[in-house]
């Protein structure tokens, strides 16, 4: 039997795989392992529970809520909020653990459960591992006032404002932002902070109505922020994904500053404030070489992990290092945060904008992308991509033929079905000749046999 939980939780289609018995039972394991288990102090363990407005997401957190009430674990219902509030909230409160519901960047079917444990931290692979073993066990069941209460979180989009308010080592008086929430958890607190923050805002992609999250706006669809930022005249746009765990921005001119963009601005600037831990930058194996060599020559250094927000966490916390992300726009800032946050990054890379009176555009030149191209390969077996001997001749031919220039990276997506073939290269054209051949020979070599009526 595979594993239940993938890179992020548990996620899946909302009444498919992810059904409300399922989120009930993770729930009733959860509240034995991150709750009972952990607690000592003698009194009742308390999560923090929110969610992403997704519609599946009122059942699942109303399924999830009940395993854990039943279970025994005093239950605060924090609404709609991003995931990097829940995280925050987990440590604001001192609640034994936390739940998130939501699929991030997927489309609305979809929808996911992930855990946070005491301080809001992500679980590692054992805790996950013994929560689904938890789950083959009977369920606590407690009687009389040894159940647990749920009960309102009612200031919990408050307490997260106050806290992003207070990251901030420049107001952003002076600046139009456009921001676009992707219809997702972020368009009620993201808004309100940046107003906060001092900036004139215009929103949009900030009216879900539980069925369109993530449809054509968000990081994921940039073309309407880019559109909006010109139209309106704006300094810089700021896109977040569902749950506003990551960020992608857009400058003056409606030009896409991604994820390693980001975290070239932000790393330079933390070195040259004496605030980068070490020197060092944490990014994952998908970043852009153009990333490594603009920090070599600020005298910064990477350290790489797999992909996945959690690994770059686990070396963050492993080496004490405080700035990590992904190109994808998930970006970590352990001074303020425990997980990625899509919310902080905009308000941090506004504040350098407003800081240095530079423009988006020109303090994203601190690197130069090589060009990349990245397909998504569906209708494959995900699970062969390391052992397939024909997929691995064609790999060893392009980094023949690429040579110094450039890199080839394929791996089993753990997010979605698909199979991602990356491909770097000194020219965009070569580049994309080099991926698209890869992607013919997974699609050829791995598709996924179908199984006759």
Do not use: W
Request: proline fraction near 4%; aromatic fraction near 2%; charge should be negative.
């Amino acid at each position: 039997m595979s594993r239940l939980f993938g890179t992020d939780g548990v996620r899946g289609l909302a009444n498919g795989l992810l059904t409300a018995e399922l989120a009930l039972q993770l729930a009733q394991a959860a509240a034995v392992v991150l709750g009972h288990d952990r607690n000592t102090n003698g009194t009742r363990p308390r999560a923090v529970v929110a969610r992403d407005p997704r519609a599946s997401g009122e059942f699942i957190a109303a399924a999830v809520e009940a395993g854990l009430s039943s279970s025994g674990i005093d239950v605060y219902d924090a609404g709609v909020l991003p995931t990097p509030a829940a995280a925050y909230l987990v440590a604001d409160l001192k609640a034994d653990f936390g739940v998130m519901i939501s699929a991030s960047h997927n489309p609305a079917p979809d929808n996911g459960i992930k855990f946070f444990a005491r301080g809001g931290q992500k679980l590692p692979d054992d805790v996950e591992d013994a929560i689904e073993a938890e789950m083959g066990n009977e369920a606590r069941r407690p009687v009389g006032s040894d159940v647990g209460r749920i009960q309102r979180f009612s200031d919990a989009e408050d307490r997260y404002i106050v806290h992003l308010l207070g990251t901030l080592p420049h107001r952003l008086n002076g600046l139009k932002v456009v921001l676009d929430c992707a219809h997702g958890a972020a368009s009620g607190c993201s808004p309100q902070v940046f107003k906060d923050a001092g900036a004139d805002v215009v929103v949009i992609g900030a009216e879900p109505d539980g069925l369109n999250i993530n449809d054509g706006v968000g990081s994921t669809h940039l073309g309407p922020l880019k559109e909006a930022v010109v139209r309106h005249g704006a300094d810089l746009g700021i896109a977040h994904d569902g749950d506003a765990d990551r960020c992608l921005a857009v400058d003056h001119e409606g030009n896409e500053v991604d994820g390693d963009q980001i975290m070239a601005i932000l790393a330079v600037a933390l070195k040259a404030s004496g605030k980068l831990k070490d020197n060092v930058l944490v990014a994952t194996v998908m970043s852009n070489l153009g990333l490594k060599i603009a920090l070599t020559k600020a005298g910064i250094s990477i350290r790489e992990t797999a992909v996945g927000d959690r690994y770059v966490l686990e070396e963050m916390r492993d080496g004490g290092f405080n700035l990590g992300g992904e190109q994808s726009g998930h970006v970590i800032f352990a001074d303020h945060a425990t997980t990625g946050d899509g919310v902080l990054t905009g308000l941090q890379i506004a504040a350098q904008v407003a800081m240095t009176g530079r423009p988006l555009k020109d303090l994203a030149t601190v690197m130069t992308k090589l060009p990349q191209v990245l397909i998504n390969v569906k209708g494959v077996d995900r699970t062969r991509v390391k052992g397939d001997d024909v997929v691995a001749a064609a790999i060893a031919q392009a980094e023949a033929e690429l040579g110094d220039t450039g890199r080839v990276l394929l791996r089993p997506s753990g997010t979605e079905p698909v199979v991602r073939v990356m491909v770097e290269a000194g020219e965009q054209a070569t580049a994309q000749r080099i991926a698209d051949r890869l992607a013919a020979v997974v699609q050829k070599e791995l598709a996924l046999e179908l199984v006759p009526e």
